[in-house]
């Protein structure tokens, strides 16, 4: 099923796999997102709130490179269709 998305090959998806082990660890898809370094963290303190909001880095740092990777790949493939 990994492989049906554009820019997943065998490589990507064996490293999906092996970074997730298990969907049904997760209770929620926002706990995967966090997992994989991809949901943004707020910077705010009194009445400052920061104009630009930054990735967290408590995940696995693969799995982030990994979907990064699919997605650069995935582009690539889309460029090349048009």
């Known amino acids: 099923m990994i492989k049906s998305i554009p820019g997943i090959g065998d ?8 970074e997730i082990w298990g969907i049904n ?10 997992y994989a370094e ?3 963290s707020v ?8 104009s630009i909001n930054r990735i967290t880095k408590k995940g696995s ?3 982030c490179q990994a979907l990064y990777s699919a ?5 690539a493939k889309k460029e090349t269709r048009n």
């Open 11 to 18: 490589k990507l998806t064996a490293t999906i796999i092996s």
């Open 25 to 34: 660890q997760f209770e929620r898809p926002k706990q995967l997102a966090a």
């Open 38 to 40: 991809l949901d943004p």
């Open 43 to 50: 910077f705010e303190s009194g009445k400052y709130k920061a």
């Open 61 to 63: 740092s693969r799995l």
């Open 71 to 75: 997605v650069q790949c995935g582009l």
